[in-house]
Nanobody, 123 residues
Framework: VQLQAPGGGLVQAGGSLRLSCTAS????????MGWFRQAPGKEREFVAT????????YYADSVNGRFTISGDNAKATVNLQMNSLNAEDTAVYYC?????????????????WGQGTQVTVSS
């Protein structure tokens, strides 16, 4: 299973950016997908997740109200709309997929990972 997120880029503070990620390869039963990020010198942290059954979403406090996660289980695609970006959002963003319920805010809850895409917010 490969997760690819070709988006990312450079944006000014206050601007918006949309990331998309698509899973491909062998068929797997996805319970949900999510996004994490890792800023320079920091550990990777949870950003947002979506559970396909019921469509429930969950966000980190730092992005709640500014970021919106969406997706399509049939297409194995997850998106992250990022608005009101600031310098603290600069990081490598990773999409991930999970095949089970339970842990959603930690890396151990996810089974497949993308390579990461750079998002840089200039002030």
């Amino acid at each position: 299973v490969q997760l690819q997120a070709p988006g990312g880029g450079l944006v000014q503070a206050g601007g918006s950016l949309r990331l998309s990620c698509t899973a491909s390869g062998r068929t797997f039963s996805s319970y949900g997908m999510g996004w994490f990020r890792q800023a320079p010198g920091k550990e990777r942290e949870f950003v947002a997740t979506i559970t396909w059954s019921g469509g429930s979403t969950y966000y980190a406090d730092s992005v709640n109200g500014r970021f919106t996660i969406s997706g399509d289980n049939a297409k194995a695609t997850v998106n992250l709309q990022m608005n009101s970006l600031n310098a603290e959002d600069t990081a490598v963003y990773y999409c991930a997929a999970r095949t089970k319920a339970g842990v959603i805010r930690y890396e151990r809850g996810y089974d497949y990972w993308g390579q990461g895409t750079q998002v840089t917010v200039s002030s």
